[in-house]
């Protein structure tokens, strides 16, 4: 049987697939992120499941277990909290080993925050980056911010409510005017989008918000035609000097640009 990778809901517990619902009831095994998270979706809708935790700390542990369970014909499903496992949750490692023993994986799509968020915002123009987690340190956050300003789409990342007063004072340090949405508890019922210049948001959330937060970032300026091949390998070396493993700084600042990655990353050495 393939691995199934289940999408969950981000926030309201009826925003489930039904496809979803029968893969879940059905399974012999749901590998969970937190199992008691789970049990509340299961609960909802009626289901029973056998359900096995599968999180950061266990995951290599688990993969070495549950690849023969995949090759033995057992039928598994894996979910994260919220939204595809795989993303920003565990569940990617498992989907390469899967593959790499030459089993079939099938996702079963559903609710997004990136793509909720993107929407919800206005600030979307049919193209969009989206960078996960943001980087906890200040100095990597300006980087990035810099790397960001020759991206002409829009950008969606996600961000800790406690660190938010802090992101949102850094972006506005370095692009005052750049549009941002705070989207928080999408979905869930005390849902907030709240759109505005960087140095507005950054006047408004003094404080940390409650719950989940998804923050958009509208369009860039893009690269101005002076700037080239130079400017893209500084920005290579700030990333990396602010914490950023180079190939993964080279990667970014190409996909921003146009630059060629591998000459980014051989250049900026």
């Known amino acids: ?10 926030g309201n517990l009826d925003d489930v697939t039904l496809r979803v619902l029968a ?9 969970a992120e937190d199992t008691r998270h789970t049990r509340l979706l299961l609960e909802r809708h009626g289901l029973e499941a056998r ?8 995951e290599e542990e688990r993969i070495a ?8 014909g057992e039928r598994i499903a894996l979910v994260s909290d919220a939204g595809l496992p795989g993303l920003s949750d565990p569940g990617l490692r498992l989907v390469r080993a899967a593959r790499d023993a030459g089993l079939e994986v099938t996702v079963f799509p559903g609710a997004s925050a990136v793509t909720t968020a993107l929407v919800t915002s ?6 969009f980056l989206f960078v996960g987690f943001l980087p906890r340190r200040a100095r990597a956050l300006a980087a990035l911010w810099e790397a960001l300003r020759w991206w002409d789409g829009a950008v969606v990342a996600f961000e ?14 370095a692009e005052p005017e750049r549009r941002v949405a705070v989207c928080r508890e999408l979905s869930k019922r005390f849902e907030e989008v709240v759109v505005g210049s960087a140095t507005e948001l950054a006047e408004r959330f003094t404080e940390p918000p409650k719950g989940e937060v998804t923050l958009v970032l509208g369009p ?7 700037r080239g091949a130079d400017e893209a390998v500084e920005a290579v070396r700030e990333l990396v000097a602010a914490g950023t493993p180079r190939r993964a700084a080279a990667d970014v600042v190409a996909r921003l640009t ?12």
Request: proline share 11%; aromatic share 2%; with cysteine.
């Open 51 to 58: 359900l096995l935790s599968f999180h950061e700390h266990n």
């Open 23 to 31: 893969e879940l009831g059905q399974a012999d095994v749901v590998l």
């Open 1 to 10: 049987m393939p691995l199934a990778v289940c999408a969950t809901p981000i």
């Open 65 to 72: 277990a549950i690849v023969p369970r995949l090759e033995a």
């Open 220 to 226: 860039g300026a893009g690269p101005p035609a002076e």
């Open 258 to 269: 146009g630059e060629p990655r591998n000459a980014l990353y051989r250049r900026s050495l």
């Open 122 to 127: 206005g600030l979307g123009d049919g193209r």
């Open 160 to 173: 800790s409510p406690r660190r938010l007063p802090a992101t949102l004072h850094s972006l506005a340090a």
